[in-house]
């Protein structure tokens, strides 16, 4: 997806590069964070959740953990609950017990198609549900990782129970001040650990520092009390904006990929949406970072 404009990619998200990862028709990447990860979850509880698995048919076998015995058997006539998102996974609940637990990675995908659609290459496994329609897992580089288990055996799920609470999860003022002093470098750095908040990725790492006048170089435990609340403030409203624009431009099109709407990240050389000033932009480790010098004051390497 090119900024400003709007790609699309037939009946799939892709998931591709650590440090932003759903590939565009132009070749970008743009790793899907807590407001993509949303309106994919409510799309799956409006078309999935309720329905019945006829059959499942595994093709790349690599990402399957399957601790609730043979997968295809065991999954086989069982109906779709509620779908959860939990920082960067995606929960969905099965019927007796089971769970399939979703840690995309790099290049995680789902798709939801007819079946009559084209198979991919990329595609590890299919779920046939109700209506001719299935539900496909596919990853390029089988770096993500898919659990079929049982209610107990959700603590067998890594890193799925180490994340810190998610951006969305309400936590007070004075526990996000708590868990802050445990983290040092970087405020960015800090922002995209799931260990402090999860959900939180490096685009809107970016939006968020804008909208609280943050640079993103600014070591966490320089922060002074007003600065920590603008930060806590708009960790939450950024995410929550956004996921407001991506439902009502995505719908459940979920395969349509929009950041344009985004002010600064990606944005490098464009004017600063606040001040006008050109928008700096870095590219370091895989991982660009885009800020307005004049708006989030801050020296690059020390503070």
Not at 172 to 192: A, C, D, M, N, Y
Not at 239 to 268: P, S, T, W
Request: proline share 4%; net charge neutral; aromatic share 8%.
């Amino acid at each position: 997806m090119v900024f400003g404009s709007m790609a699309r990619m037939k009946g799939s998200l892709i998931i591709d590069n650590a440090a932003d990862a759903i590939h565009s028709k132009s070749g970008e990447v743009i790793m899907p964070e807590a407001p993509d990860l949303e309106v994919i979850k409510d799309f799956l509880n409006l078309h999935v959740q309720g329905q019945s698995i006829e059959s499942a048919t595994i093709l790349r076998p690599t990402v399957l953990r399957s601790l609730a015995g043979d997968f295809p058997a065991d999954v086989q006539g069982r109906t779709f609950g509620a779908f959860q998102r939990r920082g960067k996974f995606l929960l969905g609940e099965i019927s007796g017990g089971r769970w399939l637990v979703v840690n995309p990675m790099l290049t995680g995908a789902f798709q939801y198609c007819e079946a009559k659609e084209r198979v991919q290459k990329k595609t590890c496994f299919t779920l046939s549900l109700d209506g001719d329609n299935e539900l496909r897992y596919l990853d390029d580089r089988q770096m993500g990782m898919v659990y079929y288990i049982s209610d107990d055996q959700m603590d067998q799920v890594p890193r799925l129970h180490e994340q810190g609470p998610d951006v969305l999860d309400g936590t007070s003022f004075e526990e996000f001040q708590e868990r802050l002093k445990r983290f040092h470098g970087e405020i960015k750095g800090v922002l995209t650990r799931g260990a402090f908040l999860s959900g939180i990725g490096n685009a809107y790492s970016d939006e968020i520092l804008f909208a609280a006048g943050l640079s993103p170089f600014r070591k966490a435990r320089s922060l002074s009390t007003e600065e920590q609340s603008r930060l806590f403030q708009q960790s939450r409203a950024v995410v929550e904006e956004a996921i407001e624009v991506l439902q009502e431009r995505m719908g459940n099109d979920i395969h349509i990929k929009i950041r344009d709407f985004l002010k600064v990240h990606r944005k490098g050389g464009q004017p600063c949406p606040s001040c006008g000033a050109n928008i700096s932009q870095l590219n370091a480790n895989q991982r660009i970072t885009s800020y307005c010098r004049h708006c989030q004051p801050g020296m690059l390497i020390k503070n």
